[in-house]
């Protein structure tokens, strides 16, 4: 069962506001109503949000993201359409079934930290637990074990004011997590931080939701925020959703030019992954080959290294032209092993701009692996330059310089292809 489903939902604020909500629907603009004085806040907005997924909702000020998520906790009521949470329609609920809803299943975490200053820290990680009515004895445990897991143990007795902001937004964080609830709420939670505060607490958020496996409901204005935490990413532009997708995919594929001109200053070398521009070598050799086989496979695509992969498609190393040539003129029958070049193996997640370190160190082509150490594909250093310089919308003097000096004959791996889904078999 989806976390949270928002189907057709619109929020209209002002008198007879079910009466802008037809007008938009008969198509109508945010203008048109605020003549009648109406205002629109979101606008007929769809989406789901799965259990464990860190889903971003990211938008300008104005664009209704923080509408949204007041609407997610039960804050405001939905003018139209519906919202349920773990199949709960949250229009249909009591207020009694809606207190139930925000203290069982959500938490709320807050921009400006809202810590109560008169009271400990450990007081303040336990609020929840205490409006909930647990014991003090067993909200004390739950919160100092949330203060663990953010790595403030041991402060409990503390004020926030004795706090940096960092650590402050920590306590609202575990208070969150003390409560026990599948959803998190984060309503522009890091952006009062510092910029390198701020990126830890980003760090943290990921291992944290790696470690517990929560539903996260993000909201901020910063598309390298969004794109750095995101599972799938919802922007929207005066109340309507424009776009849902990974970064890879609005990155790749933006749905119109409003998205296309919001990501154009993105570092998309921070985002891509390996996968991404990881493709298919014109031919692999398998382990028990031998060097007659190597010889016959280099002729046959023009290439000066093959790879040698095991029967279970995890990678032996990178051989080359010179070692297969001498082994032939020597009439070996197997392959020498002993004079392959080493092997740059990096993860398929591993971040392009990460990569440059590993190419400038071999000369053999960078080998990607999955998770459990299976081959998907190279990445040449001609595509890695050629990757960058489309991020960029020119073409590099290096990589001209690399492509005239003969690294891009046919086969050497250095056309640029198709972006790969995570993890997808080269």
């Keep these: 069962m989806p976390a949270i489903v928002a189907d057709g939902l619109y929020k209209v604020f002002g008198k007879r506001a079910q009466r802008g909500v037809e007008a938009l629907k008969a198509g109508a603009t945010k203008d048109d109503l605020r003549k009648d004085g109406l205002t629109a806040a979101v606008i007929d907005a769809n989406f789901t949000v799965e259990p464990g997924e860190i889903f971003v909702v990211m938008g300008l000020s104005g664009s209704g993201k923080s509408t949204l998520i007041r609407m ?52 303040n990680a336990a609020y929840g637990l205490k409006i909930q009515g647990i014991n003090k004895a067993d909200r004390e445990a739950k919160a100092e074990r949330a203060l663990e897991l953010v790595g403030l143990g041991g402060w409990g007795g503390s004020y926030p004011g004795e706090l940096s902001g960092g650590m402050q937004q ?7 997590l003390a409560a026990g609830t599948d959803i998190l709420l984060m309503d522009e939670a890091f952006s009062a931080l510092d910029p390198l505060i701020r990126r830890d607490m980003q760090d943290q958020l990921v291992e944290l939701q790696q470690k517990l496996d929560k539903t996260i409901l993000f ?29 890879e995919q609005i990155l790749n594929n933006p749905a119109n030019d409003y ?25 692999v050799l398998g382990a028990e080959q031998g060097p007659k086989a190597a010889h016959k496979l280099l002729r046959e695509t023009a290439n000066s290294w ?17 070692d297969v040539a001498r082994a032939v003129r020597l009439a070996r029958t197997q392959l020498p092993w002993s004079s392959q070049h080493e092997m740059p193996v990096v993860p398929h997640d591993t971040p392009i701009a990460e990569l440059f370190e590993h190419s400038a160190k071999h000369l053999s082509p960078l080998i990607v692996v999955d998770e459990q150490q299976r081959f998907l594909g190279v990445i040449p250093r001609v595509t890695l330059l050629t990757a960058v310089g489309e991020t960029q ?7 001209q310089a690399i492509t005239t000096t003969g690294d891009a004959r046919p086969g050497s791996g250095a056309t640029a292809v198709a972006p790969r889904k995570e993890g997808e078999q080269a």
């Design 72 to 123: 997610v906790n039960g804050l405001w009521e939905a003018t139209a359409g519906d919202l349920e949470i773990y199949g709960e329609n949250l229009g249909k609920l009591s207020d009694a079934g809606l207190r139930r809803v925000r203290r069982e299943k959500v938490s709320m975490v807050f921009q400006h930290f809202a810590l109560l200053p008169h009271r400990t820290v450990g007081e």
């Design 170 to 176: 920590r306590v609202g964080l575990a208070r969150a």
């Design 219 to 247: 909201i901020t204005h910063d598309l390298n925020e969004a794109m750095r935490i995101g599972d799938r990413i919802a922007m929207m532009r005066d109340g309507r959703v424009e776009q849902i997708g990974t970064a």
């Design 259 to 283: 998205v296309s001109t919001f990501i154009q200053d993105v570092d998309r070398t921070k985002v891509l992954k390996a996968a991404h521009i990881a493709e298919h070598p014109p031919a």
């Design 306 to 322: 093959l790879v040698v992969l095991r029967r279970d498609r995890t990678p032996v190393g990178v051989l080359w032209e010179d």
């Design 393 to 399: 919308n020119e073409t590099t003097t290096e990589i």
